[in-house]
């Protein structure tokens, strides 16, 4: 008898050690859960179609993970600046309101800080040809690895009028001429731009909806 039972007492040992062992890699390996679609990441910025499918071209996967976003934090800041008037000198450090790693691939991560500021900036000569020039909000423009959008955020008294600065960084290895990453980056910002004005209720942001056309002229 207790010979039978040693025997049943290892083996629902062996049992529990196989049970622990195969539920252990979930350390090492972001859960499935982790891994979200386009539609679903930083808040569904990207649910529509036109965003998601340029998220998807931009990043060279299907599924993301968005776990060092802060939306929050940047929704915050944004809040805090509008307690008061802006000095021509106030710059902070973008908050990170959307980062994003691709699933199953090695590709680089995309990154889409914002920050308030008290009026967009003019555009330099020598940046003109390194980039191209978008309709929305005040100012969009993108190269293939670097876009950025400002539009003003008019909010009811007593809260003040800021420019909010969308700046989106790219995975690398597109070439500079890329017309098709740049047209995505710039979807993307402004894609976030809206988002962000929704969440604060700005008025009057100008930011155009789905993909923003190429300025003429």
Same mark, same amino acid.
Request: net charge negative; charged share 20%; glycine share 10%.
């Given at each position: 008898?207790?010979?039978?039972?040693?025997r049943?007492?290892?083996?629902?040992?062996? &049992?529990? @050690? /196989?049970?622990?062992?195969?539920?252990? *890699?979930?350390?090492?390996? &972001?859960p499935?859960?982790?891994?979200l !679609?386009?539609?679903?990441?930083?808040?569904g910025?990207? $649910?529509?179609?036109?965003?998601?499918?340029?998220l998807?071209?931009?990043?060279?996967? $299907?599924?993301? #993970?968005?776990? @060092?976003?802060?939306?929050?934090?940047?929704l915050?800041?944004?809040?805090?600046?509008?307690?008061?008037? /802006?000095?021509? #000198?106030?710059?902070?450090q973008?908050? $990170?309101?959307?980062?994003l790693?691709?699933?199953?691939?090695?590709g *680089? !991560? @995309?990154?889409?800080?914002?920050?308030?500021?008290?009026?967009?900036?003019?555009?330099?000569?020598?940046?003109?040809? $390194?980039?191209?020039?978008?309709?929305?909000?005040?100012? &969009?423009?993108? #190269? !293939?690895? /670097?876009g950025k959008?400002?539009?003003?955020?008019?909010?009811?008294?007593?809260?003040h009028?800021?420019?909010?600065e969308?700046?989106?960084?790219?995975?690398?290895?597109?070439?500079?001429?890329?017309?098709?990453?740049?047209?995505?980056?710039?979807?993307?910002?402004?894609?976030?731009?809206?988002q962000? !004005?929704?969440?604060?209720?700005?008025? *009057?942001?100008?930011?155009a909806?789905?993909?923003?056309?190429?300025?003429?002229?």
């Amino acid at each position: 008898m207790r010979s039978a039972l040693a025997r049943i007492g290892a083996a629902v040992a062996v &049992a529990a @050690l /196989l049970t622990s062992c195969s539920g252990g *890699d979930g350390g090492e390996a &972001a859960p499935e859960s982790d891994h979200l !679609s386009a539609a679903e990441v930083c808040g569904g910025f990207a $649910k529509d179609p036109a965003t998601a499918a340029a998220l998807e071209g931009a990043m060279g996967a $299907k599924r993301f #993970s968005d776990n @060092l976003s802060e939306p929050e934090e940047a929704l915050a800041a944004l809040r805090d600046a509008t307690r008061a008037p /802006l000095a021509d #000198s106030y710059r902070p450090q973008p908050v $990170k309101y959307c980062w994003l790693l691709p699933k199953d691939t090695e590709g *680089d !991560s @995309l990154v889409i800080g914002v920050n308030a500021i008290r009026r967009a900036p003019g555009m330099h000569p020598e940046l003109l040809p $390194k980039v191209t020039m978008y309709t929305s909000g005040l100012l &969009a423009y993108s #190269s !293939s690895g /670097l876009g950025k959008v400002y539009f003003s955020c008019r909010l009811k008294a007593p809260a003040h009028q800021m420019v909010v600065e969308t700046t989106i960084q790219g995975p690398g290895g597109f070439p500079q001429e890329d017309m098709e990453q740049r047209t995505r980056l710039v979807t993307l910002a402004n894609a976030t731009a809206r988002q962000i !004005s929704a969440e604060l209720g700005c008025q *009057d942001d100008g930011l155009a909806k789905g993909v923003p056309a190429e300025a003429k002229g």
